[in-house]
């Protein structure tokens, strides 16, 4: 049985993932796509991508609760069905940013929901602790349903509730500049209060790296804690609150941030024993991550434009041209896969989606910048970048007005254009991007349709277009105290209890994505398809029934599910059938099943059932 299962999900996934013949072999569309023309392609994947993993409607978020964010629908190999506070909230801050450009009230409606989930989490005991100390708030990861997940795992991580308190402070001053001021105060400062008292609590204590695997101080863990408290305490005043903690803390953050430095490049871990170069992706992803449009190219705050991050990104990058087989004998100055750090060992050590957008996505932030401030100057520091990608580059300020300032920004984004082709180069031709890209023939590994993934796509294409994501004050909050101090202020937390969404004005979706989910349990060659009385489901032809996806099918939880757009309000028979390998078809037992397509503001909606 257990093998029967895997060839099954082996052939859903062959079906769905459409490698071709050669599995190394660029899928046709990409390759004739242009970097313009696959960039727009791909961001309606990305968006549905990251959409499709949110519950409870998520085309892939079967047994995810509202407002829930899995890391991937992967449960197997591995098994990555679960929502973790750092992937989350990184994932709906590009979210948040989407929506204040868009104002899609259907994003809105998910943006809420992972409020309201949030304020839930933040109360659930786990294996970290509770949230009357604040311990309990660094727990990574929970249960699809919003309980604990009590297994092993590297706990704490510190990061969480800082990116949370980002995340959705950024939705909090959309709400005050749009006159919602009682949802910022009542709903949304009390789930950023927990989190702010946190980071001023603990932030100087060890924790786990955003890799989970390093018990010590972390760059990344750091830089979005300094983020977090600057911004918070700014929020706070917005509301007519305060965040002592935050202004007595911060400035020691920013002290500690600079002990990463070691001269030449970013230590990504610290206060630990790991014996590996230090060299991770971690640093860039820190960068992207506290990016401040308003603020300069300041080394203190590592600005995605600092001599230092730039320093920082060529010795970074550098680390994995000797270790990837896809990166061999591309030359200096060209753009490599990227992956999480050298001397990674996790499905053997290969390059990632996001480490690789991240690459691009520091450069493109950092010719934001530089035009902004209308020159460059090469340092020392960054001299070996520019060099790079531009040989004749030498030290000293370069107007926006001098031809070696336009000779400057055009390699970097060509350079940084660079980095979006080898992802465009590795991604198969249905968009998906998994976590993984294997280092040696440039095909998908590891977790499907990682959220995190799809969502650094969406995050590179705003960085690379100017639009921009609000600033947090990093020009205001870049003095270095001469002397750093261990520090901590102790917090008080209390459960956040509102979540009273006031009535936002929004459309009723005119067309619903339906996902059909029903657990049915076949053997090799059996699938499984929905039929009923409309013609989006076949008119109850069985010839035109909608094939359902078995990819995510275990013993445990046979699922077989399928999403069809349907008119609002529609009512709809329906029964699912089997097909055998010999097209015989058997049909479940009566009655008919009936539904009613909801008419509401929400855009997606899912059903379950279980085979009769
Ligand atoms: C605490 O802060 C001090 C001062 O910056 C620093 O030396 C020490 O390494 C920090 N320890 C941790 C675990 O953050
Ligand atoms: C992490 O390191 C700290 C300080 O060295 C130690 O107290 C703690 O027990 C370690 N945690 C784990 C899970 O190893
Ligand atoms: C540089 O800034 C100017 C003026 O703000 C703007 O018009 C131009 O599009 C910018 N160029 C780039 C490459 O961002
Ligand atoms: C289910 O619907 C079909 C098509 O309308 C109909 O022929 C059949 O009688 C229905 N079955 C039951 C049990 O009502």
Not at 172 to 184: E, I, Q, T, V
Not at 241 to 261: G, K, V
Not at 304 to 333: E, W
Not at 455 to 484: E, K, Y
Request: charged share 15%; aromatic share 12%.
């Amino acid at each position: 049985m257990a093998f029967r299962i895997t060839l099954s999900y082996f052939l859903a996934f062959c079906l769905l993932h459409d490698f071709g013949s050669a599995i190394p072999t660029v899928p046709s569309i990409a390759k004739r796509a242009t970097l313009e023309e696959w960039i727009v392609g791909q961001g309606p994947v990305a968006f549905s991508g990251v959409l499709a993993n949110i519950g409870s409607t998520g085309a892939k978020s079967y047994g995810a609760s509202q407002g829930i964010v899995l890391a991937s629908p992967s449960k197997s190999n591995p098994d990555y069905f679960y929502t973790w506070t750092r992937d989350s909230a990184l994932v709906f801050k590009a979210l948040v940013d989407q929506f204040i450009t868009s104002e899609d009230t259907n994003l809105q409606i998910e943006i809420n929901d992972y409020i309201s989930a949030q304020a839930k989490l933040q109360t659930v005991s786990n294996p970290s602790g509770e949230l009357s100390n604040g311990a309990g708030l660094a727990e990574p990861k929970y249960m699809p349903d919003g309980t604990a997940f009590t297994g092993d795992w590297g706990r704490p991580q510190r990061d969480g509730p800082a990116l949370r308190a980002t995340a959705l402070i950024a939705y909090g001053r959309w709400l005050l500049a749009n006159n919602y001021d009682s949802a910022a105060r009542d709903i949304v400062w009390p789930i950023v209060r927990n989190d702010l008292a946190y980071v001023a609590q603990y932030w100087n204590q060890t924790g786990f790296d955003l890799w989970e695997e390093v018990n010590g101080s972390s760059f990344f863990t750091t830089a979005v804690q300094h983020r977090a408290l600057v911004e918070g305490s700014a929020f706070a005043g917005s509301i007519g609150q305060s965040c002592a903690s935050c202004n007595s803390q911060a400035p020691q953050i920013l002290c500690f941030l600079q002990t990463y430095w070691n001269g030449q490049y970013i230590v990504s871990n610290i206060n630990t024993n790991i014996g590996r170069s230090g060299k991770d992706v971690n640093s860039v992803l820190a960068s992207i991550h506290t990016f401040d449009p308003e603020a300069g190219c300041d080394d203190a705050t590592f600005q995605p434009c600092s001599p230092r991050m730039l320093a920082n990104h060529k010795v970074l990058t550098d680390s994995f041209r000797p270790v990837y087989g896809i990166n061999n004998g591309i030359p200096q100055g060209s753009a490599v896969a990227v992956g999480r750090y050298p001397e990674d060992v996790y499905f053997n050590g290969n390059p990632w989606y996001l480490a690789t957008l991240a690459a691009a996505e520091q450069l493109y932030s950092a010719l934001y910048q530089f035009n902004k401030t209308g020159s460059i100057t090469i340092t020392s520091t960054s001299l070996p970048f520019w060099q790079s990608i531009y040989p004749s580059a030498a030290s000293g300020n370069f107007p926006s007005s001098s031809p070696t300032f336009a000779s400057l920004t055009s390699s970097l984004k060509t350079y940084a254009d660079g980095y979006v082709a080898i992802v465009q180069k590795y991604t198969p031709s249905n968009g998906g991007l998994a976590e993984q890209f294997d280092k040696s023939n440039g095909s998908p590994l590891s977790a499907v349709d990682l959220t995190w993934s799809y969502a650094s796509f969406l995050t590179m294409v705003s960085a690379r277009n100017n639009i921009l994501p609000a600033s947090w004050g990093a020009d205001s909050a870049n003095q270095v105290p001469p002397v750093c101090a261990s520090s901590s202020a102790t917090g008080t937390y209390a459960a956040s209890t509102n979540t009273n969404w006031p009535n936002f004005d929004c459309n009723t979706a005119a067309s619903v994505q339906v996902t059909f989910n029903v657990l049915a349990s076949t053997v090799v060659g059996q699938n499984i398809f929905v039929v009923g009385s409309i013609a989006e489901l076949g008119s109850w032809d069985t010839s035109k029934a909608i094939p359902l996806d078995a990819s995510r099918y275990t013993d445990g939880v046979p699922l077989w599910y399928g999403s069809v757009n349907l008119a609002a309000g529609a009512q709809v028979q329906y029964k699912y059938i089997r097909k055998e390998a010999d097209g015989r078809v058997s049909w479940e037992n009566d009655p008919n099943r009936s539904y009613t397509v909801p008419t509401s503001c929400r855009s997606s909606a899912s059903i379950g059932d279980t085979w009769r």
